[in-house]
């Protein structure tokens, strides 16, 4: 067990609905980092909060959003779905900003199927 | 950004020792080199880190060569339950972790 949780842990959904998921960093751990990860492209680095403001964002959909609240915890809004965004969704926490290779801890994912 | 290149799949048996290489040619020299290990439907787990010449812990040894242009993870004695995913990674996390290598072990 990492320390971070992620809810929900599946979603299904139809194409063009809205999705928020939630992610709970480890006691502690200002960053928070999403990822995407689907048969096809791998792991995909979507964006990182660092105690609540937005550090780097990766390849991340104008249709895709996220934020990080006061009490750290952080959610991913995916509006307008697509069965091309079917995946599982993956958050991370680490200490600090990231320095060259901080360790990430990720959380158990949450299985998103748009049908 | 440096790219890595590691084998997609190796194979190996109980007890064996695996080393898995990756290529890094333009490492940057603030770069560090971290691997994880993935299970099926699980996150990624940080196995080990290193900057140069040899790390190890209780999981992995990572040696890395004095050019620093690749790295190999060794894992002593594996088991069943090392099967999974390995990824490289040089530098920080926007540059995603790729397809990693598979490592399948076997009784």
């Known amino acids: 067990d990492s320390g971070v949780t992620q809810t929900p842990k599946h979603l299904i959904t139809a194409t063009g609905q809205r999705v928020t998921l939630r992610c709970s960093p480890r006691?502690?751990?200002?960053?928070v980092y999403w990822y995407q990860q689907s048969l096809d492209q791998g792991l995909q680095f979507l964006i990182h909060y660092y105690n609540g403001e937005e550090r780097a964002k990766g390849n991340i959909l104008e249709r895709f959003s996220a934020q990080q609240f006061p009490d750290l915890h952080s959610e991913l809004n995916l509006s307008s779905l697509e069965l091309g965004d079917s995946a599982l969704y993956f958050c991370?926490?680490?200490?600090?900003?990231?320095?060259?290779?901080?360790?990430?801890?990720f959380g158990p994912g949450t299985r998103l199927t748009v049908t | 950004l440096a790219k890595t290149t590691q084998p997609i799949s190796m194979d190996s048996y109980e007890g064996q020792e695996v080393n898995i290489t990756c290529s890094h040619n333009n490492i940057a020299t603030n770069d560090y080199i971290t691997w994880y290990q993935q299970f099926p439907s699980q996150g990624p787990r940080f196995i080990i880190q290193?900057?140069?010449t040899k790390v190890t812990n209780e999981v992995a040894s990572l040696f890395i060569p004095a050019d620093r242009k690749s790295s190999t993870l060794s894992l002593p004695r594996v088991s069943l339950s090392d099967t999974a995913v390995y990824y490289c990674l040089v530098g920080d996390y926007k540059l995603s972790f790729g397809a990693g290598t598979t490592v399948t072990v076997r009784a």
């Open positions: 006691s502690g751990d200002l960053s």
């Open positions: 290193g900057y140069k």
């Open positions: 991370a926490s680490s200490v600090a900003t990231v320095s060259p290779g901080d360790e990430q801890y």
